[in-house]
C-alpha cells in the first residue's frame, strides 16, 4: 500500500473514484490529479488533491467507496 501523499496513491483514487463514478453513469471530465499540489518542498499533508472541484484523497476514496457500494444494489 502506498502512503497518502505519493502521487502514485493520488492517481490511484482518481482511477478508483472513475471507475466507481463510471458505474454508476457519471463521469467527471476534469476528474484528475492536482500536479500542483506535489510542487512544493513537503509533500501534501492529507495526500495530492484530486480535481474535480478539489477534494483531499481521503474524501475521494470515501465517495469511491460509497459509490461501489450503490452500483452493487
Do not use: W
Not at 18 to 34: K, Q
Not at 43 to 72: F, S
Request: overall charge negative; proline content about 5%; hydrophobic content about 40%.
Amino acid at each position: 500500500m502506498t502512503h497518502h501523499g505519493d502521487p502514485h496513491d493520488v492517481q490511484d483514487c482518481v482511477d478508483q473514484l472513475r471507475t466507481a463514478l463510471e458505474a454508476n453513469g457519471i463521469t467527471l471530465p476534469s476528474l484528475g490529479v492536482e500536479a500542483a499540489a506535489f510542487a512544493g518542498t513537503y509533500p501534501p499533508r492529507h495526500g495530492g488533491l484530486v480535481a474535480l472541484g478539489n477534494c483531499n484523497t481521503a474524501t475521494a476514496h470515501k465517495l469511491a467507496k460509497a459509490l461501489d457500494k450503490a452500483a452493487e444494489r
